[in-house]
């Protein structure tokens, strides 16, 4: 249903003409919401009068803001509602009625203080599509712990396949967990939505950071249900696949992969030693990697040979996967070589932000970048003014 008072002359997206009210905080939830703001969805944004935590979480910034913040809020609008106070409480309230999408990441239980739990907002807004992310889901005790990224990363085994065989554990270099979570959350609601065009009904829809790594972990998790193999630390190393790992050339490192018998056949001949491909210890994937330590110094001897940037070249051009190991800003500049235009430009003349475009691409319906990340309480007069029937929330043309 499109939000009574919102306008819109031109489609922005699959999701154009839906109301999101974003009652969440960090990164799972507010990732979530912009993906769904990128595809249309008009998405409000709620915050404390302390603002988002990640409002503070700097360095780096851009000026004076965080860009972990600019990052994950672009295509919202933020008012500041102290749901304390009764007459922002109301307002709250009035927004979640009007709403088709409100997803939140309080602990679990705590929304219901003020009215804003499913079960009380459902009642007024039974098409409503309340979406909740959890660290350890809605049942004791897990629903009494706080839930964080390293904490679940440390919890669900992800940490101990991280690192090297006989070093500590690592955390994966991104927040990894709540990206999958908000995807996984973001995935729920629009399978939400399809149903409700058929119902007309709403529904809760969960996701837990825990079961989310470990849904995430799949053939990790998969080796321990289904094969009684518990998995282990092997730094960069691929327990199923072999070669799968980075190798030292004459100035660096190049990631070299031979996924199948094709692609073994393939790179043993750019490296000059074919007769490999037919060596019975390591003519089929499963013997590669059974003998890993037999074949890989062979391949590392020969990689030597030549710089990263001219096996790169010579493996890609015979089907051999191969990669640099980039840095950040070598990653993009490549996405950028390679055609893919990973950024867009948000925002107006004096305040314009490069930012990471949404990944996916429609022939119809494409994403759109609409609003720059807001100040706190930026939008707050005027979505006060819509709440209160005084005026419309335009979209931008």
């Known amino acids: 249903m499109e939000p009574e008072g919102a306008r819109s002359s031109e489609n922005h997206g699959p999701l154009t003409g839906l109301l999101v009210a974003d009652f969440s905080r960090i990164l799972a939830g507010p990732y979530a919401t912009m993906?769904?703001?990128?595809?249309?969805?008009?998405?409000?944004?709620?915050?404390?009068?302390?603002?988002?935590?990640?409002?503070?979480?700097?360095?780096?910034?851009?000026?004076?803001?965080?860009?972990?913040?600019?990052?994950?809020?672009?295509?919202?609008?933020?008012?500041?509602?102290?749901?304390?106070?009764?007459?922002?409480?109301?307002?709250?309230?009035?927004?979640?009625?009007?709403?088709?999408?409100?997803?939140?990441?309080?602990?679990?239980?705590?929304?219901?203080?003020?009215?804003?739990?499913?079960?009380?907002?459902?009642?007024?807004?039974?098409?409503?599509?309340?979406?909740?992310?959890?660290?350890?889901?809605?049942?004791?005790?897990?629903?009494?712990?706080?839930?964080?990224?390293?904490?679940i990363q440390a919890m669900s085994g992800l940490m101990s396949l991280t690192g090297e065989r006989d070093g500590p554990a690592y955390r994966a270099g991104i927040s990894v967990i709540d990206i999958i979570a908000g995807l996984h959350l973001s995935m729920g609601i629009l399978a939400a939505l399809h149903e409700r065009a058929n119902s007309g009904l709403g529904q809760h829809v969960e996701v837990s950071l825990l079961t989310s790594a470990l849904s995430g972990l799949a053939n990790h998790t998969a080796a321990v249900t289904m094969g009684g193999v518990v998995p282990f630390r092997m730094g960069n190393a691929h327990p199923s696949l072999y070669p799968y790992d980075p190798f030292a050339t004459k100035d660096g490192e190049l990631i070299v992969i031979a996924a199948n018998d094709g692609q073994f056949h393939s790179l043993t001949t750019a490296l000059g030693v074919p007769q490999l491909a037919d060596d019975p210890r390591f003519c089929h994937n499963e013997l590669r990697t059974a003998n890993r330590d037999l074949l890989g110094p062979i391949l590392q001897e020969r990689l030597r040979t030549k710089t990263s940037d001219e096996w790169f070249t010579l493996l890609t051009a015979v089907g051999v996967p191969c990669a640099p190991i980039n840095t950040v800003d070598q990653g993009i500049a490549f996405a950028k070589q390679v055609g893919l235009e990973p950024t867009v430009l948000v925002g107006d003349e004096e305040n314009r932000l490069e930012m990471i475009r949404n990944p996916i691409t429609f022939s119809a319906t494409p994403p759109s970048y609409r609003h720059p990340p807001p100040a706190l309480g930026a939008d707050g007069d005027a979505v006060r003014a819509w709440l209160l029937g005084e005026a419309e929330l335009d979209e931008p043309t």
């Open 35 to 151: 993906l769904l703001g990128d595809l249309g969805a008009t998405v409000i944004k709620v915050e404390a009068p302390s603002g988002d935590d990640t409002r503070t979480w700097k360095p780096p910034v851009r000026g004076d803001i965080s860009t972990y913040y600019l990052g994950i809020n672009r295509n919202k609008r933020s008012i500041v509602l102290n749901l304390g106070d009764d007459e922002d409480r109301g307002l709250a309230q009035q927004l979640a009625g009007r709403s088709d999408v409100l997803l939140e990441n309080f602990k679990p239980g705590q929304i219901a203080r003020f009215g804003l739990d499913y079960e009380t907002l459902s009642q007024r807004n039974p098409g409503l599509v309340f979406a909740s992310i959890s660290g350890f889901g809605t049942r004791p005790p897990g629903s009494e712990m706080m839930g964080y990224d390293l904490m």
